[in-house]
């Protein structure tokens, strides 16, 4: 199976969403509700995948920092094994006693191994940490920024997925409960984004007592299941 490379992703994604909001800034009206439907949730579906890749993004700065750190510090504890050697050598050397013909030879000089105080490895490593904490975030905020633009699509489906027909809108609405969940874990705020929540109740309160339309045995039934759980 051929991996495509990250940037080609993105690239093919993004063209996506241009094309996308070229057709639907035309008139929406002029769109039949399934394809309005269709083109929405694949717009937000491809802000969804460029979230993955901003995070993708962040944890490889984080990585390639600890990376850098774990080399770093293999180099470090070989120039403290290589330092050691130089002294042992050089008293070794310079303990044996000089030839009767002259005095003491001088002891040969090893390499010079130069090791950072405490202090400047410190600062050195807390300034590399600080710039791949930063680049992360960044990466986070694009992650978050997707996922945004990603709920606003869903939710313009949304509004005109019931035109299509009723296993349409609880389709619709599963998946935009979805984003919802996964929107708010990004941001953090889980326990105070409620917006999941209300919408599967709003819609399951609507549609559970409606019979006409509604498949309960099939994936309409599934889908109100899946709304039931979610209000709770």
């Known amino acids: 199976m051929t991996t495509v490379p990250a940037e080609a992703q993105r690239q093919g994604l993004e063209d996506v969403i241009r094309l996308v909001d070229e057709r639907l800034s035309r008139s929406t009206s002029s769109f039949d509700a399934a394809s309005y439907v269709t083109y929405c949730v694949s717009r937000s579906d491809a802000h969804a995948q460029l979230a993955e890749l901003a995070v993708a993004d962040s944890r490889a700065a984080l990585d390639a920092a600890a990376a850098v750190l774990e080399a770093e510090e293999r180099q470090e504890a070989e120039a403290r094994e290589e330092k050691a050697e130089v002294e042992a050598g050089a008293a070794t050397e310079g303990g044996g006693e000089g030839s009767a013909a002259g005095p003491p ?56 997925s019931g035109e299509v027909d009723v296993g349409m809108r609880l389709q619709v609405a599963v998946g935009l409960c979805s984003l919802y969940q996964r929107a708010a ?38 889908y109100l299941n899946l709304l039931r759980q979610l209000a709770r």
Request: negative net charge.
């Open 105 to 160: 030879s001088s002891p040969k000089r090893g390499p010079m191994v130069v090791l950072e105080t405490a202090d400047e490895r410190r600062d050195r490593l807390a300034t590399r940490q600080l710039a791949a904490d930063t680049l992360a975030a960044e990466h986070e905020q694009v992650a978050l920024g997707h996922l945004s633009k990603a709920v606003e699509s869903y939710e313009a489906a949304v509004t005109r």
């Open 185 to 222: 874990a990004a941001a953090g705020v889980e326990k105070r984004d409620t917006r999941a929540q209300d919408l599967a109740q709003r819609t399951y309160v609507e549609l559970q007592s409606q019979r006409e339309g509604i498949d309960f045995d099939g994936s309409d039934g599934v």
